[in-house]
């Protein structure tokens, strides 16, 4: 049987993916779909695909990201890459708010944590819940995330977290895996295409100290 490391069987989210895509458009309606959006680059692949199916309202949520410059730069190539692309059906771009503050009580006593732990765990969490709320006040029944794309990131826990902040708001989570089936190659591919600026850290000023610890140790 295909496990997690946890003991639970894997997850085909890409096959979720497209059963929910059938169902939601079997009657060749337009749904709406709210898209949490952590930069540029990992939304190139998504924005890509899932404009075919839905008209996206696509949500950029980070208050993990430091410092307020970086984050200003990566809301800024997400403009702008939208309003580069051609798409299927109508996206928009919203900003949430700028409080890292937040985050850092999310962070608090984690700070050592490596990456990808449990301070991570609350990022994610903390995202998706914002994700999730805001879609509810704008009447979007539906959001997902393009967090899923990224190699380093976990894919099944990343759904948990969605689907419990869902639940909590009442709406529907969309099941994501967005590496798949090359997304993430594709992303690379459009990232040089409209020349976005690709960071080599996650966001936060802990991912940053260990991008730069890596680079000082080549």
Known sequence: MNQNPDGRQKVNYQKKTDEAIHRLCADKTVPNLLLHSCCAPCSSYVLEYLSRYFDLTVFYYNPNISPAEEYEKRASELERLVSDMTFEHPVRVIRGRYDPERY???????????????????????????????????????FTTTLTISPLKDADLLNRIGEEAAERYGISFLPSDFKKRNGYLRSIELSKEYHLYRQNFCGCIYSKNEADKREKGK
Request: hydrophobic letters at 35%; charged letters at 40%.
């Open 104 to 142: 850092y009580e999310a962070a608090k006593g984690l700070e050592d944590a490596p990456e990808g732990g449990e301070r991570c765990r609350r990022c994610f969490r903390l995202r998706l819940d914002e994700a999730a709320k805001t879609a509810k006040e704008l009447g979007i029944s539906l």
